[in-house]
């Protein structure tokens, strides 16, 4: 256990729909990453945020969109859904944003787009 | 730019054979240098990672050297077992872009007793 949560586990929404992921980041965890895993794409980095900044943009479709919140938890956002959207979609913490920082992750969110 | 290219899968090996999955990275910058594993349906757990040039991670048998002169960061293992079964990822963090990770495609090993 990598004291990283998300939810929910598992997610099926339809095309055109928006959903939202949550995150909870190991205790004392300031950095929040997240990632989408797929197939095609293998693991692609989409954002990161610190403390409540964003802090790193990677290739995340502007109708993504992610927050990080006072108490540190950090929600995605993805609207307009489209089939290829469906991945599992991974949340990580690490206690800073030094480059040399370990990245824990959490268990996943599997999203399903019919 | 940055980038990390692994050695394809799928690998499949007979319990107590030697392993070694390759990965070489391009980097702008001084990156530190990850193995992650991922078992079936679980998220990634950090196996090992070296900071520096020369450094050597290692974990639970295995072992990685950060080499710069070939850009390269294989892990090895003596002798596999069963419970090795996984897909490994071998990841970069260049500290120029925020931590950002640069992950492999992933190589899936399979143990057979």
């Known amino acids: 256990d990598s004291g990283v949560t998300q939810t929910p586990k598992h997610l099926i929404t339809a095309t055109g729909q928006r959903v939202t992921l949550r995150c909870s980041p190991r205790s004392g965890d300031l950095s929040v990453y997240w990632y989408q895993q797929s197939l095609d794409q293998g693991l692609q980095f989409l954002i990161q945020?610190?403390?409540?900044?964003?802090?790193a943009k990677g290739n995340i479709l502007e109708r993504f969109s992610a927050q990080q919140f006072p108490d540190l938890h950090s929600e995605l956002n993805l609207s307009s859904l489209e089939l290829g959207d469906s991945a599992l979609y991974f949340c990580?913490?690490?206690?800073?944003?030094?480059?040399?920082?370990?990245?824990?992750f959490g268990p996943g969110t599997r999203l399903t787009v019919l | 730019g940055n980038s990390v290219t692994q050695m394809e899968g799928p690998v499949t090996l007979s319990e107590e054979a030697f392993l070694t999955i390759n990965c070489t990275y391009t980097?702008?910058?001084?990156?530190?240098l990850f193995w992650y594993v991922q078992y079936p349906g679980e998220g990634l757990q950090l196996l090992l990672k070296a900071t520096k040039a020369d450094d050597k991670g290692s974990n639970k048998g295995f072992e990685a050297t950060y080499r710069k002169e070939t850009t390269s960061f294989h892990l090895e293992k003596g002798s596999v077992q069963v419970s090795d079964s996984a897909v490994y990822f071998c990841a970069l963090s260049d500290p120029g872009t925020g931590n950002q990770f640069y992950f492999g495609t992933g190589t899936s090993l399979t143990v057979i007793p």
């Open positions: 990580a913490s690490s206690v800073g944003d030094r480059g040399t920082d370990t990245q824990y």
């Open positions: 980097a702008t910058g001084y990156p530190s």
């Open positions: 945020y610190y403390n409540g900044e964003e802090r």
